[in-house]
């Protein structure tokens, strides 16, 4: 049951898409004069935003990302509660722009964590100093510091990890030499690394910071759509709505309602079989006018869905259904 409290805890938060974008007709000026249309045009030219991505190269941007997540699990007439916390600072420098991407160099500056439930606790803080450090807390406390890249490409959206692989490599061939380690498999060490820090999952949650962006110039007031599908963990739609609510200075303030729904049909046949999944979003980015990255967001999330266990000596040979309700608070801030 450990593996499935888990598998959800990690659910949307590290979310990876195939994507389609689709923007709004702009019906303004129809069935004016030619003339009046032509100024109604330009004013509105004038008046356009151009909500893109375009940081300073070379200067290096502080995020603070804080989560916390509720989780309540029915399985039969027994409840499990999960509580997990995490707040991780990290730093995105561009190094280089070429064509439609942006090259960004990411450095993993604090991990702090805390998943409590009543089958195990985990607790990690990468701040923490001295000999009394948690096995955990050596590895994540050795992937601070360490340098990555990560490319973005502005018009699709796609988000490419590059020498994330060999950051693991050579941390876990660093740990694996100490003595609180020695007794544990290498290959073990891997599984470990890629439950916490898998590259695929890592390149799927940065993706959500890239995904605001529309694909042409907007007015204040105006909406635009963006609408994805996932496969793994669970297959879904995901159909986001982003409005321009106001602008204050340089600062961009942008709503966002999204709406996720189940793809029936599209499971795989080994794993547990979902009858019933709704789930919503809702929240509020500032983003930065000169350099488009996101300086502030508040997210809520809330999901419920039922799935089935199947039959195994774990659940007396019988299938079991499992009801479970996830509600998420994200908040990212650059500091």
Request: glycine content about 4%.
């Amino acid at each position: 049951m450990k593996k499935f409290i888990l598998f959800f805890i990690f659910l949307f938060f590290l979310y990876g898409c195939k994507e389609s974008q689709k923007l709004p007709q702009n019906h303004l000026g129809i069935g004016q004069p030619s003339t009046q249309r032509t100024q109604s045009n330009t004013n509105e030219e004038t008046n356009l935003i151009d909500l893109k991505l375009k940081p300073s190269i070379g200067k290096e941007y502080t995020f603070k990302n804080e989560f916390s997540q509720n989780i309540t699990q029915q399985i039969d007439t027994l409840t499990v509660e999960t509580q997990n916390t995490q707040v991780l600072v990290y730093s995105l420098k561009p190094i280089s722009a070429f064509n439609d991407s942006i090259l960004f160099q990411v450095n993993f500056k604090r991990i702090q964590q805390k998943i409590v439930s009543p089958l195990f606790t985990i607790e990690v803080n990468t701040s923490k100093t001295g000999k009394n450090l948690s096995p955990l807390e050596v590895f994540f406390s050795s992937i601070i510091g360490k340098n990555f890249g990560l490319i973005v490409n502005i018009a699709s959206k796609k988000v490419e990890i590059i020498g994330f692989d060999s950051v693991l490599n050579k941390v876990i061939e660093n740990i694996s030499k100490r003595k609180e380690f020695s007794s544990i498999d290498r290959n073990m060490l891997f599984q470990i690394s890629n439950s916490f820090f898998n590259p695929g999952e890592l390149r799927k949650s940065f993706e959500k910071l890239f995904e605001i962006y529309p694909s042409k110039k907007i007015s204040l007031g105006e909406v635009w759509d963006y609408d994805k599908e996932v496969f793994e963990p669970i297959p879904a739609k995901i159909s986001n709505s982003f409005l321009l609510k106001k602008v204050v200075d340089d600062s961009l303030f942008v709503s966002q309602n999204t709406k996720i729904n189940f793809l029936k049909g599209k499971q795989n046949v080994n794993e547990p079989k979902i009858s019933e999944f709704i789930g919503n979003q809702s929240g509020e980015f500032v983003v930065s006018r000169i350099s488009g990255l996101v300086i502030k967001s508040n997210m809520f999330q809330q999901i419920n869905f039922v799935y089935t266990l199947p039959a195994s000596p774990q659940t007396n040979n019988r299938e079991v259904n499992v009801t479970t309700k996830i509600k998420s608070n994200f908040s990212l801030r650059l500091q």
